[in-house]
């Protein structure tokens, strides 16, 4: 005696067919829900744009990246936080969700753990321009000048024309007691942002 009714060609195909409609549905459904948010936000209605996402809510990736944005926007940094936690935590090697973090935790001064998540991108990209800077910036306004060098070296060499990163590396470099590379730099700035009253002053203190 069939213990169990085997599955005929007919019936298997019946269920594949009916999965894909189900499948289909939430999709357009998700899809929907997506696009009654982008709506919402875009006439900064925070509050419905969040409720346009959460009213099908499954826990996917992508709602929670998109729920840490708008909370964020709604200045709800705790609840953006949890919500980019959760998205860093269901892609653990992007990088997308990770700098969606750094919004609320910057929000909320948790300087910490944003080195510790700038570090953990460097991991996966080390020439990640924004992560070294931002790394570099850190360490800067802990005076930890041979740090911020090292960083802002980085992003110099990747973008020689760049005007933050080589006014931040000059000010490392004159807080190091490298005057003559702090001087090269400073002009740099200058060629980048003429008569710019932060590389004029940095300039005359590297002389």
């Given at each position: 005696m069939d213990l169990v009714k085997p599955f005929t060609s007919?019936?298997?195909?019946?269920?594949?067919?009916?999965?894909?409609?189900?499948?289909?549905?939430?999709?357009?459904?998700?899809?929907?829900?997506f696009a009654s948010s982008y709506a919402a936000e875009a006439k900064g209605e925070y509050a419905d744009a969040i409720a346009a996402l959460k009213k099908g809510y499954a826990g996917t990736y992508?709602?929670?990246?998109?729920?840490?944005?708008?909370?964020?926007l709604a200045k709800n940094y705790p609840v953006s936080e949890a919500y980019y936690q959760k998205a860093t935590e269901q892609r653990p090697y992007a990088i997308e969700p990770k700098f969606g973090l750094?919004?609320?935790?910057?929000?909320?001064?948790k300087v910490d753990r944003m080195l510790t998540l700038y570090q953990a991108i460097l991991k996966i990209d080390p020439q990640n321009t924004q992560a070294n800077y931002w790394v570099g910036i850190i360490h800067?306004?802990?005076?930890d000048y041979a740090q911020a060098a090292r960083y802002f070296e980085k992003v110099v060499n990747l973008y020689p024309f760049d005007y933050d990163s080589n006014l931040s590396l000059a000010w490392?470099?004159?807080?190091?007691?490298?005057?003559?590379?702090?001087?090269?730099?400073?002009?740099?700035?200058?060629?980048?942002?003429?008569?710019?009253?932060?590389?004029?002053?940095?300039?005359?203190?590297?002389?």
């Open positions: 007919s019936r298997l195909l019946a269920l594949l067919l009916a999965l894909t409609v189900h499948l289909g549905a939430r999709a357009q459904d998700a899809a929907a829900a992508e709602q929670n990246l998109r729920l840490g944005w708008l909370y964020f750094v919004k609320p935790l910057n929000a909320l001064n800067l306004n802990r005076k490392a470099y004159l807080n190091l007691g490298k005057k003559t590379e702090a001087r090269v730099l400073y002009q740099k700035a200058l060629l980048i942002r003429p008569g710019d009253a932060t590389a004029t002053a940095g300039l005359k203190r590297a002389q």
